[in-house]
C-alpha cells in the first residue's frame, strides 16, 4: 500500500472563488476509484503553519497512484492549483494495509 501525501502553499491570497473552486476539485478526486482513504482540508493551524493545505490517499500499488494522476478529476486539480500558484510538497510512503 502507497501513502501519497501532498502539502500545499498558496502563492497569493485566496479569493471565495478561489476557494470554492478548489474545493470543488478537491472534491472530484473522490469519483476517482484507485484513491483509497483521500483525506484533504486547510490546515488546522495547532502548530506554526508550515502549509495551507494538505492532502492524503492511500493506493495499492504504484500502477494504482499512476491511473490516480491521469484521471481528469486529478487533472482539474492541478489546473486549479496553478491558477492560485500553489507550491506543493509531495510524498509517497509505505503505508498500512
Same mark, same amino acid.
Given at each position: 500500500?502507497?501513502? &501519497?501525501?501532498?502539502?500545499?502553499?498558496?502563492?497569493?491570497?485566496?479569493?471565495?472563488?478561489?476557494?470554492?473552486?478548489? @474545493?470543488?476539485?478537491?472534491?472530484?478526486?473522490?469519483?476517482?476509484?484507485?484513491?483509497? %482513504?483521500?483525506? &484533504?482540508?486547510?490546515?488546522?493551524?495547532?502548530?506554526?503553519?508550515?502549509?495551507?493545505?494538505?492532502?492524503?490517499?492511500?493506493?495499492?500499488?504504484?500502477?494504482?497512484?499512476?491511473?490516480?494522476?491521469? %484521471?481528469? /478529476? &486529478?487533472?482539474?486539480?492541478?489546473? /486549479?492549483?496553478?491558477?492560485?500558484?500553489?507550491?506543493?510538497?509531495?510524498? @509517497?510512503?509505505?503505508?498500512?494495509?
Amino acid at each position: 500500500m502507497i501513502l &501519497h501525501m501532498v502539502l500545499f502553499k498558496w502563492g497569493r491570497t485566496l479569493t471565495t472563488v478561489d476557494e470554492k473552486n478548489l @474545493q470543488g476539485a478537491f472534491e472530484g478526486l473522490r469519483n476517482i476509484p484507485e484513491a483509497r %482513504h483521500l483525506v &484533504h482540508g486547510p490546515d488546522l493551524g495547532i502548530r506554526p503553519r508550515t502549509c495551507d493545505y494538505a492532502m492524503t490517499a492511500r493506493f495499492e500499488d504504484a500502477d494504482a497512484l499512476a491511473r490516480y494522476i491521469e %484521471h481528469p /478529476a &486529478h487533472v482539474a486539480v492541478v489546473a /486549479a492549483l496553478g491558477a492560485v500558484d500553489a507550491d506543493m510538497t509531495i510524498a @509517497q510512503i509505505d503505508g498500512p494495509r
